[in-house]
């Protein structure tokens, strides 16, 4: 019962944070395979494609991380 109230007063439900954690493991996964092709790519502009989207995956995990902690931050409250 207290669990239930508890999810009500905060911001991200369980599933949310389970949710996220899978797509962070998903993300991270998919950087590291862009890293390992980022060494054979030969093409030019392929290669600027591949470290841009590198880039923006670092980003998208360091946001998701961040969104993690606050959604863990307020679960522990």
């Known amino acids: 019962m207290e669990v239930n109230v508890y999810l009500k007063s905060s911001n ?14 998903f993300k ?5 395979q862009s890293k390992s092709r980022m060494k054979i790519v030969e093409n030019i502009e392929l290669k ?12 998208a995990v360091n946001q998701m991380k961040d969104l993690l902690t606050s959604a863990s931050t307020q679960i522990n409250q």
């Open 28 to 32: 991270v996964g998919c950087l590291s």
């Open 12 to 25: 991200f439900g369980i599933h949310e944070i389970v949710d996220l954690r899978e797509l962070i493991n």
């Open 48 to 59: 600027t494609l591949v470290e841009q989207s590198v880039k923006q995956g670092h980003t």
